[in-house]
């Protein structure tokens, strides 16, 4: 089998539910609907009884909960109950082609891997092979710890982006593997659409795999010789964790006298990944907005003006504002409220980069100034202009995030600022279906 380790790849052993109701066993990312209790109590009554990812996973909602404690320990024991009771299959040495029709019709093709923890690093500037798109907040990685050290199982709900415009690696694997039997087919719950999995395993699929990832590393390699072969696109801070937990378990066991040699194959050095194409036509990139609060509204958009190097204009209707925006990479637009009468002004401005991560540097600085002031962040135009109502508030519509520069700016500039981009709708996040062996049992 071709090792895929200079890509920081490596083919997976691949645990799958011998029962294939996707509906009762698949389950959305856990850092999904946090302030929704009442989703994921109907995600229990969904799975019923049944064999499913919701008894292997803590959802964030109960992140503060005062049962965490024993939720952790119920996972552990669940994990253990599901690979001695006969739930899953023989796992299979595999990469997963998948194909996700989502509940607004759109299908994103994935492909599943196991990536090295050692090749991904999620500090700023990092020239590592897998890098982070969005800072990373090291206070959330100790409580994501606690559910993944000593975990005999892990299910992948990280999603890595590759620069693949020519669509050789996901895509194409799919039109490789897809005349097989799929290995698993089914709708998912609570109207979440379907999905559609195809093993990748023989070795002409795996030598096509490799001559994509060679083509690609070539592509994705800079001057300075460093390549960048993913991006993550979700989950940074459970990959975050996941590389904590690597780096701790493997300083313990080099302390007992292990060799290093001796720690190359093993499983807590990888994590499980779904790799996706940026210019996957599935794939939607959707801006997040910024709503500011108690601020001097003209002197919170004349110094974005003035620090970004733009040309403020004023616009008629939120319609025309939105449409000056989404029609650009470069230009913002802000709606505030004064006296009953909302404005639109448009900021027009010749930035290269991805426009967030020249913007939220200056609405930083600004509200550092004043303790009054706060920062939200907003899904959708229609919330945005809502909140422009208010007359404590200023929204900013931010341009649609632009696929071809996205890494070249990580590349350049590091991380993106925190809530940069959103891939898809809540219900189109990955959903939890294969499984990986994690640590030894004790």
């Not at 698949?26 to 609907?33: K, P």
């Not at 958009?301 to 319609?319: D, F, R, W």
Request: aromatic share 8%; with cysteine; proline share 4%.
């Amino acid at each position: 089998m071709k090792n895929f380790n200079e890509f920081g790849l490596d083919v997976p052993e691949i645990l799958l539910p011998k029962n294939k109701e996707l509906n009762s066993w698949s389950v959305i990312a856990c850092d999904q609907y946090t302030q929704d209790l009442d989703y994921w109590k109907k995600a229990s009554e969904s799975a019923g009884s049944n064999p499913s990812t919701l008894n292997l996973i803590l959802p964030e909602v109960y992140l503060s909960s005062p049962d965490r404690k024993e939720r952790i320990e119920k996972i552990r024991s669940t994990m253990s109950e599901y690979l001695h009771n006969g739930i899953f299959d023989e796992g299979e040495n595999e990469f997963i082609y998948l194909e996700r029709k989502t509940s607004y019709g759109r299908i994103r093709h994935g492909l599943v891997a196991a990536i090295n923890l050692d090749d991904y690093e999620w500090k700023p500037f990092s020239k590592a092979l897998i890098r982070a798109t969005e800072a990373t907040i090291v206070d959330r990685i100790p409580p994501r710890k606690e559910i993944r050290k000593d975990a005999p199982v892990e299910l992948p709900h990280i999603m890595l982006l590759v620069n693949d415009k020519n669509h050789s690696l996901v895509e194409e694997t799919g039109n490789l593997v897809k005349n097989n039997a799929p290995v698993y087919d089914g709708d998912l719950m609570l109207d979440s659409g379907h999905i559609t999995g195809w093993a990748v395993k023989d070795e002409a699929a795996l030598e096509k795999v490799f001559a994509a990832l060679e083509n690609l590393k070539k592509e994705n390699t800079d001057s300075d010789g460093d390549a960048f072969m993913f991006a993550v696109g979700d989950g940074n801070h459970s990959l975050a964790t996941a590389k904590a937990v690597w780096d701790e378990y493997k300083k313990e066991q080099l302390e007992k006298g292990v060799k290093e040699s001796e720690l190359e194959k093993s499983a807590v050095r990888y994590a499980l990944v779904e790799i996706v194409n940026i210019f996957d036509t599935g794939l939607t990139f959707e801006p997040i907005h910024r709503v500011i609060f108690n601020a001097d509204k003209k002197s919170l958009i004349e110094n974005t003006a003035s620090k970004l190097n733009g040309k403020l204009s004023a616009v008629s209707s939120e319609q025309e504002l939105e449409e000056k925006v989404k029609n650009s990479k470069a230009n913002f637009g802000f709606a505030y409220t004064e006296n009953g009468k909302t404005e639109y002004v448009l900021l027009e401005t010749s930035i290269k980069e991805l426009a967030v991560s020249r913007l939220q540097p200056v609405l930083d600085d600004f509200i550092s100034a004043d303790k009054k002031i706060e920062i939200d962040y907003i899904h959708g135009s229609d919330e945005v202009f809502r909140l422009g109502k208010k007359e404590n508030a200023v929204s900013i519509l931010l341009p649609p995030v632009a696929k071809d520069s996205f890494f070249d700016t990580i590349n350049s500039t590091g991380p993106l600022p925190r809530k940069s981009f959103s891939m898809g709708e809540a219900s189109e996040k990955r959903f939890y279906l294969e499984c990986r062996r994690l640590f030894p049992e004790q």
